[in-house]
């Protein structure tokens, strides 16, 4: 299983393209989303997915060294995605 770090996936363009992923790919991707939820971002865009086993949302600033680190120390990232 993949797993992909999406950032500022809580927007317009960053939801929908976790929602083509996992559309797509379903259980065989694993979506880490990282957001700060400034002006842009709305958990409401991804409402129906944020129970999935599969998908895990970080209120984080991609800005903050340690919470970055954090994220990829207790994760295998295979892919990042920026928006």
């Known amino acids: 299983m993949k797993t992909y770090l999406v950032t500022g ?3 317009f363009i960053g939801s929908n393209y976790i929602h ?3 559309d797509k790919y379903g259980d065989d991707i694993r979506i880490i989303n990282v957001d700060k939820l400034t002006y842009a971002g709305n ?3 991804l409402k129906d997915i944020e129970n999935k086993p599969n998908y895990t949302f970080v ?3 991609i800005c903050d060294k340690d919470a970055i ?3 990829f120390a207790e994760n295998d990232i295979d892919r990042v995605v920026h928006f």
């Open 20 to 22: 083509y992923m996992f």
């Open 59 to 61: 209120k984080a600033d």
């Open 69 to 71: 680190d954090k994220i």
């Open 43 to 45: 958990l409401e865009n």
């Open 9 to 11: 996936g809580a927007g």
